[in-house]
């Protein structure tokens, strides 16, 4: 029995009994508004945490994360529309995500610091100008898929697909690859200094980070009926994935996931508040985040944690008081 509530403490079952709630929250609800809003978190979580590993895991500031979430949406959509099996169209996708993020990492991850921040964000914008240039059209589901349009089958994807990069994030935090890419983040000449590969550490994370983002797109283009195929692409993804991981807590397992909840919720909840006033809500939204940033360095996970740190301090004093009481009662 004390064996079981060592394991079972509150924090080690939050995550089954969250992920419980989700599974089981389409069987409870047809509200429409509320599974989108959740669909909407799924992607935007997902794609945070892909970036969070090369971004968090190896401290590699890619500003074209965007052009790897585009490529997954672009190659499901074509090869679905094309009629082949939704689920082959969406892995092949994240393949090849996967294998541009090869193709470019081999020369771009030689750069340092901004230099590969601005070369990545280069390459993302060069790709979306291209894509937006040979395909303009929009696309959009056929009568067919329109008439099966499930919204709860796109709920059920996108929660998957940020499960399973959820679950390689913690893989990650706990295997030889995964501190190897921390080491890299916290010194690189330390790294190799102790016989860490520098390059392939860099170019697994990166390769690892645009497969997961590649799947994230490939879940848009089957939640979205028609859209133009350049809007995946878009840096506003990369940028939204950068700031939902800053402010949840870069680095972190579970701040990409806050981060996204609040991004989407505070978001919607500004968009609502100031719809009679054309823009505005998008330089509010951004006074928000700075302030966010700038009062929460370490994000939402590290208050969270200094929270629970006060209050076990508070509980600990507080026991300790009573502890104290007692002993001079008995003493007289």
């Known amino acids: 029995m004390s064996d079981w509530r060592r394991w079972a403490t509150p924090s080690r079952l939050a995550a089954p009994v ?21 669909v909407l978190i799924f992607i935007i979580a997902a794609l945070a945490s892909s970036w969070n590993i090369v971004g968090g895991f190896t401290g590699q500031i890619s500003l074209g994360h965007a052009a790897f979430f585009g490529i997954g949406a672009l190659v499901t959509r074509l090869l679905w529309m094309q009629e082949t099996p939704f689920f082959l169209s969406f892995v092949v996708g994240g393949v090849a995500a996967t294998i541009a993020a090869l193709i470019l990492g081999f020369p771009g991850l030689r750069l340092q610091g901004i230099y590969f921040a601005i070369g990545s964000l280069a390459l993302a914008e060069a790709v979306r100008i291209t894509v937006g240039s040979v395909l303009p059209r929009v696309t959009a589901l056929p009568a067919e898929l329109l008439r099966s349009y499930n919204l709860a089958s ?25 501190l190897g890419m921390m080491t890299v983040r916290e010194d690189e000449d330390a790294a190799r200094a102790i016989g860490v590969d520098v390059f392939r550490h860099k170019l697994a994370a990166f390769s690892l980070s645009a497969g997961l983002a590649g799947l994230a797109g490939g879940s848009f283009a089957f939640f979205h009926v028609s859209y133009y195929p350049s809007l995946p692409f878009n840096p506003e993804w990369t940028f939204d994935a950068l700031i939902v991981t800053f402010v949840g807590g870069i680095g972190t397992l579970a ?61 600990e004093s507080a026991e300790g008081a009573e502890r104290s009481a007692a002993d001079m009662e008995r003493g007289y």
Do not use: C
Not at 155 to 178: D, E, M, N, P, W
Not at 277 to 297: D, K, M, Q, S, Y
């Open 18 to 38: 969250l992920l419980l709630a989700l599974l089981i929250m389409p069987l409870l609800t047809d509200d429409d508004n509320t599974l989108t809003t959740a």
């Open 154 to 178: 796109r709920y059920y994807l996108s929660l998957g697909v940020l499960v399973l990069t959820v679950l390689v994030s913690a893989y990650l935090t706990r295997s030889k690859l995964g």
């Open 255 to 315: 701040g990409p996931l806050a981060g996204a909840v609040f991004f989407v919720l505070a978001q919607d909840f500004v968009q609502e508040v100031l719809s009679g006033f054309a823009g505005i809500h998008l330089l509010v939204f951004g006074v928000l985040f700075l302030l966010v940033v700038l009062l929460l360095p370490g994000g939402l996970m590290e208050a969270w944690e200094k929270l629970r740190e006060r209050r076990r301090i508070t509980a």
